[in-house]
């Protein structure tokens, strides 16, 4: 194999790498401290993305046992995690996470063995291709990176082992030679930092896209696939089409960029109702309109490649000692850090008062922060595509042209079969509904539990399963597609409910039959954004109205809520309501909706204590379903944690129509 393709393998198994660690240690800390809607000790595990300090001990020369020791600490770290509980995901990724920042810098200033050129000049192919396969590895598992679950943990070693053989491949010691360029390479460590933040966000699960924009989800994977795979592909064969892009026209192609990602957000936001008396407010199917800017950002989106190469240029330049890297890494890293909690902040702001409550819906503030200021690095002078050229054209062997064909059409057929939904015969004057309150698909002790919680739903059967607390597609939860696995799995149609961006915790719909008429309804709140996914299914020839609920607030809000679901709900057939409700019976709101439909649970015990002896009376119960009239419920269960898999009950009941 060829020196620049062992480069850009090797490049492309660290940042896949980076980014699966980077994205596991903020999952976990979010999971052990920010679900409890609080801060404790376990946030210190952010320290770990500050672990570049110690290259302080490093003045000149990078040690061979240094390089091979950090190595093996990031290989062992992402061999491990996939097998461990959440603390223990912590720690593994915390150490992965220190260990691949601080490999960084040796590897961007190694060089292959008896070759002159540069690693640090594929470095851009390198994060294409952590692109392509962390897209294809996510697609084809339904929506869950398949290679750090338990199950999938074997790629984790396969590809650990490649890039020990790869790094072999390279000469570690940097040579001892006058620094030929005296210009700080802060603003370039931070620019790749900035890049890679990118990808953690959004383009290395594109999935988190279609979430925003509800575009079409085969559409968008296949297209950040093509182009990434398509970046290395170019680059490798003929990257002086690369080199050629002038600075003004670099700086343009940022500019676009960030416009248009900015704007694909801000094409989605959603005006909340500000006070008690405003109007509820419907959102429906996005608008042609409303996707343009998706589209141009799906097609400018690979500058991040070409502004990862010119950062690396600047660097290799610069010929940079180990503490040299010390202050842009540190900036880098405490950037990331800010970002992450914008963007939790603008989904809790009701509870980590007072510096959460500015972040209400600016969702779209830090992809503005990340793209803006990348493209102000871009525009310092000195910072283009043409430093320094070499020439680095390659034959693309035909090796290349197999594995980068070979994850393309992965990715695009996985895209086709993993969202196929089968078909049901109804049953006979019934169904069964479920409420399903899957806390991001974690149990009542912060574990994951996805596994049990779908094996409960197929031992259920339901026709229609309400979800909530499902937006798990968001950098606080890695980014896992939770909705989309569950439905691809079962082979359901599903609607995802209030799109990312909204800053709700998720109220998903999923049904055996088609979907019709979808929207989600946003009514006043002062907490949480209240967002109630509505639909439609005909089923055996019958339509039922269905409302996933998930309120919570002041008693004021949850009165505006209340009367608003009746309010749409009214003169509708075979209505059914139900989900994570946050209501008490003798709470107001409870007693307004009891007044015109019935409980399930109430509806067969009267006393709130089943047959078996089930006390669901009192505070223990908070997730209902109730119906019209027109329906009647019948055996209604409900199953507790931890058996449920989940902090709530998992309920559910046969409805006779």
Request: hydrophobic fraction near 45%; proline fraction near 5%.
């Given at each position: 194999?060829?020196?620049?393709?062992?480069?850009?393998?090797?490049?492309?198994?660290?940042?896949?790498?980076?980014?699966?660690?980077?994205?596991?240690?903020?999952?976990?800390?979010?999971?052990?401290?920010?679900?409890?809607?609080?801060?404790?000790?376990?946030?210190?595990?952010?320290?770990?993305?500050?672990?570049?300090?110690?290259?302080?001990?490093?003045?000149?020369?990078?040690?061979?046992?240094?390089?091979?020791?950090?190595?093996?600490?990031?290989?062992?770290?992402?061999?491990?995690?996939?097998?461990?509980?959440?603390?223990?995901?912590?720690?593994?990724?915390?150490?992965?996470?220190?260990?691949?920042?601080?490999?960084?810098?040796?590897?961007?200033?190694?060089?292959?063995?008896?070759?002159?050129?540069?690693?640090?000049?594929?470095?851009?192919?390198?994060?294409?291709?952590?692109?392509?396969?962390?897209?294809?590895?996510?697609?084809?598992?339904?929506?869950?990176?398949?290679?750090?679950?338990?199950?999938?943990?074997?790629?984790?070693?396969?590809?650990?082992?490649?890039?020990?053989?790869?790094?072999?491949?390279?000469?570690?010691?940097?040579?001892?030679?006058?620094?030929?360029?005296?210009?700080?390479?802060?603003?370039?460590?931070?620019?790749?930092?900035?890049?890679?933040?990118?990808?953690?966000?959004?383009?290395?699960?594109?999935?988190?896209?279609?979430?925003?924009?509800?575009?079409?989800?085969?559409?968008?994977?296949?297209?950040?696939?093509?182009?990434?795979?398509?970046?290395?592909?170019?680059?490798?064969?003929?990257?002086?089409?690369?080199?050629?892009?002038?600075?003004?026209?670099?700086?343009?192609?940022?500019?676009?960029?960030?416009?248009?990602?900015?704007?694909?957000?801000?094409?989605?936001?959603?005006?909340?109702?500000?006070?008690?008396?405003?109007?509820?407010?419907?959102?429906?199917?996005?608008?042609?309109?409303?996707?343009?800017?998706?589209?141009?950002?799906?097609?400018?989106?690979?500058?991040?490649?070409?502004?990862?190469?010119?950062?690396?240029?600047?660097?290799?330049?610069?010929?940079?000692?180990p503490r040299d890297f010390i202050p842009g890494m540190l900036l880098g890293s405490l950037a990331l850090i800010i970002?992450?909690?914008?963007?939790?902040?603008?989904?809790?702001?009701?509870?980590?008062?007072?510096?959460?409550?500015?972040?209400?819906?600016?969702?779209?503030?830090?992809?503005?922060?990340?793209?803006?200021?990348?493209?102000?690095?871009?525009?310092?002078?000195?910072?283009?595509?043409?430093?320094?050229?070499?020439?680095?054209?390659?034959?693309?062997?035909?090796?290349?042209?197999?594995?980068?064909?070979?994850i393309f059409l992965g990715t695009g057929g996985s895209a086709l079969y993993t969202t196929r939904v089968q078909t049901?015969?109804?049953?006979?004057?019934?169904?069964?509904?479920?409420?399903?309150?899957?806390?991001?698909?974690?149990?009542?002790?912060?574990?994951?539990?996805?596994?049990?919680?779908?094996?409960?739903?197929?031992?259920?059967?339901?026709?229609?399963?309400?979800?909530?607390?499902?937006?798990?597609?968001?950098?606080?939860?890695?980014?896992?597609?939770?909705?989309?696995?569950?439905?691809?799995?079962?082979?359901?149609?599903?609607?995802?409910?209030?799109?990312?961006?909204?800053?709700?915790?998720?109220?998903?719909?999923?049904?055996?039959?088609?979907?019709?008429?979808?929207?989600?309804?946003?009514?006043?709140?002062?907490?949480?954004?209240?967002?109630?996914?509505?639909?439609?299914?005909?089923?055996?020839?019958?339509?039922?109205?269905?409302?996933?609920?998930?309120?919570?607030?002041?008693?004021?809000?949850?009165?505006?809520?209340?009367?608003?679901?009746?309010?749409?709900?009214?003169?509708?057939?075979?209505?059914?309501?139900?989900?994570?409700?946050?209501?008490?019976?003798?709470?107001?709101?409870?007693?307004?909706?009891?007044?015109?439909?019935?409980?399930?649970?109430?509806?067969?015990?009267?006393?709130?204590?089943?047959?078996?002896?089930?006390?669901?009376?009192?505070?223990?119960?908070?997730?209902?379903?109730?119906?019209?009239?027109?329906?009647?419920?019948?055996?209604?269960?409900?199953?507790?944690?931890?058996?449920?898999?989940?902090?709530?009950?998992?309920?559910?009941?046969?409805?006779?129509?």
């Amino acid at each position: 194999m060829k020196k620049p393709q062992v480069i850009v393998i090797a490049f492309g198994i660290f940042f896949l790498f980076l980014i699966q660690m980077a994205g596991s240690l903020v999952e976990s800390i979010y999971i052990l401290d920010l679900m409890n809607t609080s801060l404790d000790e376990k946030a210190l595990g952010l320290l770990f993305f500050f672990s570049p300090v110690l290259l302080y001990f490093y003045r000149r020369k990078y040690p061979l046992i240094t390089a091979w020791i950090l190595f093996g600490l990031l290989f062992l770290a992402r061999g491990f995690t996939p097998y461990l509980n959440t603390l223990g995901r912590m720690l593994a990724s915390g150490i992965g996470t220190g260990a691949g920042l601080m490999l960084f810098p040796f590897l961007i200033t190694a060089r292959a063995k008896d070759d002159s050129s540069c690693p640090n000049l594929w470095t851009s192919e390198g994060l294409a291709l952590a692109i392509g396969l962390s897209v294809l590895l996510r697609t084809m598992n339904y929506g869950l990176d398949y290679s750090i679950l338990s199950e999938g943990a074997w790629v984790g070693w396969v590809l650990g082992a490649a890039l020990g053989y790869f790094l072999t491949r390279l000469e570690w010691t940097s040579p001892d030679k006058v620094r030929n360029n005296p210009e700080p390479i802060t603003p370039a460590v931070i620019g790749i930092f900035l890049i890679v933040a990118l990808a953690l966000f959004a383009f290395s699960a594109p999935t988190v896209i279609a979430r925003w924009t509800e575009g079409d989800y085969r559409l968008i994977v296949m297209a950040v696939s093509l182009l990434a795979v398509s970046w290395v592909g170019v680059s490798l064969r003929k990257s002086s089409l690369i080199e050629n892009i002038p600075p003004m026209g670099l700086l343009i192609w940022n500019l676009l960029f960030t416009v248009s990602l900015t704007m694909t957000i801000l094409a989605h936001r959603v005006s909340f109702p500000q006070t008690p008396d405003a109007l509820a407010v419907l959102v429906g199917d996005p608008t042609w309109l409303q996707q343009i800017p998706l589209i141009l950002t799906l097609l400018l989106f690979p500058v991040i490649f070409l502004d990862l190469r010119v950062f690396s240029n600047r660097i290799r330049q610069a010929n940079p000692t180990p503490r040299d890297f010390i202050p842009g890494m540190l900036l880098g890293s405490l950037a990331l850090i800010i970002l992450v909690f914008m963007q939790i902040f603008t989904n809790v702001w009701g509870y980590v008062e007072p510096v959460s409550l500015w972040f209400r819906n600016k969702f779209w503030l830090p992809y503005l922060l990340m793209a803006g200021l990348i493209t102000l690095i871009i525009g310092r002078k000195g910072f283009n595509a043409q430093d320094e050229r070499v020439d680095t054209n390659s034959d693309l062997s035909l090796g290349w042209g197999v594995l980068l064909l070979f994850i393309f059409l992965g990715t695009g057929g996985s895209a086709l079969y993993t969202t196929r939904v089968q078909t049901f015969e109804p049953r006979t004057n019934s169904i069964v509904v479920m409420t399903y309150n899957i806390q991001q698909a974690n149990d009542n002790f912060g574990e994951r539990s996805y596994n049990e919680q779908l094996a409960l739903i197929r031992e259920v059967a339901p026709d229609i399963i309400a979800l909530q607390e499902s937006d798990s597609s968001r950098i606080s939860l890695n980014n896992n597609d939770f909705v989309r696995y569950y439905a691809g799995k079962l082979g359901y149609y599903s609607y995802y409910g209030p799109k990312t961006i909204t800053g709700t915790y998720g109220t998903a719909i999923l049904s055996r039959y088609p979907l019709q008429n979808t929207r989600t309804v946003f009514t006043f709140s002062d907490q949480d954004e209240i967002g109630t996914a509505e639909a439609e299914i005909e089923i055996g020839g019958e339509l039922f109205s269905v409302y996933n609920v998930h309120p919570d607030g002041s008693d004021t809000a949850m009165l505006v809520w209340a009367e608003a679901l009746l309010e749409r709900s009214k003169d509708k057939s075979n209505v059914i309501a139900l989900g994570d409700y946050n209501l008490r019976n003798y709470e107001e709101a409870y007693q307004l909706i009891a007044s015109e439909y019935t409980n399930a649970w109430v509806s067969v015990y009267p006393t709130e204590i089943s047959s078996d002896g089930t006390d669901m009376s009192g505070e223990n119960r908070i997730d209902h379903i109730f119906f019209s009239q027109s329906l009647k419920a019948s055996n209604p269960v409900y199953i507790l944690p931890p058996q449920s898999a989940t902090d709530h009950p998992a309920h559910w009941a046969e409805l006779i129509r």
